[in-house]
């Protein structure tokens, strides 16, 4: 409540026009509340308003419906809005324009339109998730994309869990529970949050054998490591850093024979894991499961929101008996993948049945593989509007800039983008912040709040993700209102 407006009468005359609850509720705005969203909410919102409104006069101040000539009236007002507050959704979609393509803060991979449509289609009915139509008995929900994934893999066998951190746990849980797994020093990964290879081990119950250093393993470092304990070795794909100079490690072909003369499983966690070639899209290389399953691998995981331009999910893919073991530990049961991002996945991975299709229906691979010039020519038709409205404070130009593929892939390699930088007018370094905060602030404040990135003493919109243009040019105006 605004402490508005001086106490002329005193608090008590202020409060006796106070009306009641009931009366309030008997309004003609308040009755369409109530049909609106029942009586329930707004019985509950109009006391706590009026409870607000008696606090503010007792401490001198009048709330400004109070002194209006009509107070019911504005009191109904006021009660429409704090209704739509509390009922106000708390996730917002955001116009992405941090250069950074699939930004875990801001959800990751967008889904592709089929995946929307079959999930809103399949949650609005009781489905098959677990049925068997052909046999008329239980099923297993695995099968709805273990065929898709096996095919598109060439993997033996797949399951799926609520992502890859969860994948990474259960495979270790599943095979290497109270033994022991060797795992280079140059790839004790620590993915963000949480997830550090070595508390992964920890909490599977496996025990970490580290071999090699920071920058340089051998196969003999693997070789001499391997005792009559030892389950499994762990490549972990070093997604989100990389070791340059005199750097050595084993690849998976290298590691594929001894892992089978010693008897041990072969692991690889790859993070992003593309499902195609990335190179063929001209974008930097990116393992894929395909290649680490030819190489030898038994098991290799990966993320269904990073590259693969799907839902949350992990999935797990190798050789038959091993995901067998993966799928019958208990562990599973706590991890499986719920009906919603299995939709989801299921469609996407139908997309990469046809791959003419994926630059232009997957918004992940659409976005990473958008030409510069057509990035350009969206941030050039942005750059008047949003000078006008950003006149006098701010100056808008266009800039080549550098977009990131995000999600911890690839972290040294970037894609050549475009977009436009805004940079206040005034001078001096701490002029220069504020003016930049307040921009920031107003961009998050907008119905469909704009983030973009702050480096160089300017603010930058990376215009890569940006399918429509009116996306920001229909904010303009609010931008224009909360800047004022
Ligand atoms: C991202 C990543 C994970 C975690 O995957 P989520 O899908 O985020 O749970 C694990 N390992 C590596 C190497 C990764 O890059």
């Known amino acids: 409540m605004t402490p508005e407006g001086s106490i002329v009468d005193g608090p008590k005359a202020w409060l006796q026009r106070l009306p009641s609850t ?8 308040a009755q369409v509340l109530v049909r609106a969203h029942g009586a329930t909410l707004v019985t509950g919102e109009a006391r706590a308003l009026l409870a607000e409104a008696r606090q503010c006069v007792l401490a001198g101040a009048v709330p400004p419906w109070l002194q209006s000539s009509d107070p019911l009236h504005a009191l109904g007002d006021a009660l429409a809005q704090r209704c739509a507050a509390r009922l106000a959704p708390q996730l917002k979609r955001i116009v992405n324009l941090s250069g950074t393509v699939i930004h875990t803060n801001l959800g990751r991979a ?30 297993d929900r695995d099968s709805i994309v273990e065929g898709l994934v096996c095919e598109l893999t060439g993997a033996e066998a797949a399951t799926v869990v609520n992502n890859n951190a969860a994948a990474v746990l259960l495979v270790l849980a599943a095979l290497a529970r109270e033994r022991e797994v060797i795992v280079s020093r140059g790839e004790q990964v620590e993915i963000g949050g949480a997830f550090r290879m070595p508390d992964v081990m920890a909490s599977a119950g496996a025990r970490m054998v580290e071999v090699g250093t920071t920058n340089r393993t051998h196969l003999h470092d693997y070789a001499r490591s391997i005792t009559p304990a ?12 990389a070791v340059q100079g005199f750097t050595s490690a084993v690849t998976e072909a290298e590691l594929a024979p001894l892992a089978r003369e010693r008897g041990v499983a072969l692991v690889s966690d790859l993070g992003s894991g593309a499902l195609i070639d990335m190179t063929r899209l001209g974008l930097p290389k990116e393992p894929t499961p395909q290649e680490m399953l030819s190489a030898g691998c038994d098991v290799v995981t990966f993320s269904g929101d990073k590259l693969l331009g799907g839902p949350q999910a992990g999935l797990i893919v190798g050789r038959k008996d091993l995901i067998a073991r993966i799928r019958s530990f208990p562990m599973k049961r706590a991890m499986r993948l719920s009906k919603l991002p299995l939709a989801a996945l299921e469609a996407t991975l139908r997309l990469y049945l046809q791959p003419e299709l994926l630059t232009t229906h997957l918004p992940t691979l659409r976005w990473l593989t958008r030409a510069q010039d057509d990035i350009a020519r969206t941030a050039r038709s942005l750059r008047e509007p949003l000078q006008l409205a950003l006149a006098p404070r701010y100056t808008v130009s266009e800039a080549a800039l550098i ?25 001096g370094k701490k002029g220069t912040g504020t003016a930049l905060e307040a921009l920031t602030v107003a961009l998050r404040g907008l119905p469909c709040p704009i983030i973009g990135r702050i480096a160089d003493d300017q603010l930058l919109l990376d215009c890569r993700c940006l399918d429509d243009a009116n996306e920001v040019l229909s904010q303009l105006p609010a931008l224009q209102r909360a800047l004022a």
């Open 22 to 29: 009931d009366r309030l509720l008997q309004g003609a705005a």
């Open 110 to 139: 967008v889904l592709p339109d089929v995946a929307i449509e079959y999930v809103s289609a399949m949650m609005r009915a009781p489905l098959n998730l677990e049925y068997d139509l052909a046999a008329g008995a239980r099923g």
């Open 230 to 241: 030892t389950a499994m070795l762990l490549k972990v794909h070093t997604s989100n850093y």
């Open 403 to 427: 977009s990131q593929i995000g999600s911890g892939s690839l972290p040294v390699e970037t894609l050549p983008s475009a977009g436009l930088a805004i940079a206040p007018v005034q001078a």
